[in-house]
């Protein structure tokens, strides 16, 4: 493996560790019954040995902010201990940790009481940020928000996740928000760590048109690539986001964000088909199919390899390193896991 080439995993604090003070607790009451899946907070120290057994040399993990604060203005020392002892025990092992400061969670007291859309949110957050970034010392690698683009489409678009709107025009309000909050994470991280690197984690996708001869699809596609793909990335050049979604007037959102990237940390999965449906929100279907013969995942999203190469070169303009924050496959089949890293990245190191 070449020298400085940091090759890890990364994970949800929610998913492995649970929290009932989480947003996502309320949300789904099914979660109460089992809080974290693997107790990733108590058996960290095994876990870590684990990631050295694999030979990996770098680690993505979250805070939970509703451990850190599970009621307003509360901070629970001890929580924020642990994540600090979870980075010490990783770099023990020459390990680099990579911390995540927001990864879809929220104490529920923060999305009853204020949430994205809220002008309130922006201090809620820096003051969690803070107390992490205060507490968690010798950091190099950060990133502020997982997929922003996600918790606006899935919490404010489509109402699938908390808070559960179905609003555009305070989905815009909340990227606004959230894109305001990097902003002020990442000067509080360079105040502390002058040579630190931040990023957000941007999730890409290769977007096609459903049927290549319809151009209604054709339509779709287009403004389904710029605004999920590449617009953030043009804001971090601009400090504007522009965009447009379907049956929607085009959107300009200014934020303090441009040259605030020392790297770009993506997301990449899958390839996307839209198609346009009338009977659907904003006239957009979201469809999978198996066109490279490769398969589908246990979530019926498409194998697409080629799609990564895609959305590395575009997100290259940035002209800052670029670092696959995730990348995986949802399957039990560990012979299926092993193809789909093949696929995706030449092992040749």
């Known amino acids: 493996m070449e020298k400085g080439f940091l090759w890890g995993a990364a994970t949800s604090a929610f998913q492995l560790e649970g929290s009932a003070p989480a947003d996502w607790a309320a949300w789904d009451p099914s979660i109460k019954e089992r809080p974290g899946i693997t107790n990733h907070y108590t058996l960290y120290k095994d876990d870590i040995l684990l990631l050295k057994s694999l030979g990996l040399n770098a680690y993505r993990f979250s805070v939970e902010w509703s451990r850190v604060e599970p009621r307003e203005g509360q901070w629970d020392e001890e929580a924020l201990d642990h994540y600090l002892r979870v980075a010490e025990l990783l770099r023990e092992n020459n390990i680099e940790p990579m911390v995540t400061?927001?990864?879809?969670?929220?104490?529920?007291?923060f999305t009853r009481k204020y949430a994205w859309h809220e002008p309130s949110s922006v201090e809620k957050?820096?003051?969690?940020?803070?107390?992490?970034?205060?507490?968690?010392?010798?950091?190099?690698?950060w990133i502020t928000f997982n997929e922003p683009y996600v918790l606006m489409l899935g919490g404010y678009i489509e109402g699938c996740m908390p808070p559960g709107l179905k609003d555009a025009s305070l989905a815009v309000k909340a990227l606004k928000n959230m894109l305001t909050c990097h902003a002020g994470a990442y000067d509080m991280i360079h105040g502390r760590t002058p040579d630190a690197m931040v990023s957000v984690a941007h999730n890409m996708a290769a977007i096609v048109p459903w049927n290549r001869w319809n151009p209604a699809d054709r339509l779709l596609s287009r403004i389904g690539k710029y605004f999920y793909d590449h617009s953030l990335?043009?804001?971090?050049?601009?400090?504007?986001?522009?965009?447009?979604?379907?049956?929607?007037?085009?959107?300009?959102v200014r934020a303090p964000i441009k040259g605030k990237l020392d790297f770009?940390?993506?997301n990449y999965y899958t390839r996307v088909h839209l198609r346009f449906n009338p009977f659907k929100r904003m006239c957009v279907e979201l469809r999978h199919k198996d066109i490279g013969g490769h398969g589908l995942t246990d979530l019926g999203w498409e194998i697409h390899p080629d799609g990564l190469e895609r959305v590395l070169k575009y997100a290259s303009r940035l002209r800052v390193p670029i670092i696959i924050t995730e990348n995986g496959i949802a399957t039990r089949d560990e012979e299926k896991k092993m193809n789909f890293i093949r696929m995706h990245v030449p092992l040749s190191f």
């Open 101 to 109: 400061l927001h990864h879809f969670t929220h104490p529920d007291w």
């Open 233 to 252: 990335i043009d804001a971090f050049m601009t400090g504007e986001l522009k965009f447009r979604l379907p049956l929607m007037r085009p959107v300009t």
């Open 125 to 141: 957050f820096l003051k969690f940020a803070e107390k992490v970034i205060t507490k968690i010392k010798n950091v190099r690698y």
């Open 264 to 266: 770009m940390g993506v």
